[in-house]
């Protein structure tokens, strides 16, 4: 039974394993391997997304400061995200529930608002460094 409930954790490791190993692979600097962000193409603003593949590629390439560099957001978001995926692995291979906390609307709309200002920020004169 505890085995079954690893089957979920267990796909979604495999999954962003496969996506990693796949940007690690094509790499995104070069032009035409993936498509433009369609807010920047539409706008000339970067998201908050905008550099996420390349930050992804640089991670998998052991490239810590480039990535920073590239978007910080997405880096500091990767232990956050591994954080819940333990947690969730854990509670299924001990048979329980996993937490909900992470639903708390307060936990969401903090992460909306950490959003929002990291986009508001990233697209301002003072904040272009954090727009690469």
């Known amino acids: ?33 993936y498509p433009t962000c369609p807010f920047l193409a539409l706008t000339g ?27 910080v957001f997405v880096v500091s978001m990767v232990p956050v995200l591994a954080f819940f995926w ?14 909900r906390k992470a639903g708390e609307p307060r936990v969401i709309w903090g992460l909306f608002a950490g959003v929002m200002c990291f986009w508001l920020i990233r697209n301002l004169p003072f904040g272009a460094f954090l727009a690469a």
Not at 88 to 97: I, K, N, Q
Request: charged share 15%; proline share 7%.
């Open 1 to 33: 039974m505890r085995i079954r409930g690893l089957a979920a954790p267990g796909g979604v490791l495999a999954s962003a394993a496969a996506v990693v190993a796949f940007v690690a692979v094509v790499d995104p600097n070069e032009p035409g391997n």
């Open 45 to 71: 603003f970067q998201c908050p997304g905008c550099g996420a593949l390349r930050t992804l590629h640089a991670l998998a390439h052991g490239q810590f400061g480039t990535a920073i560099a590239l978007n």
């Open 86 to 99: 333990l947690r969730w692995t854990v509670a299924r291979a001990r048979g329980r529930p996993a937490r």
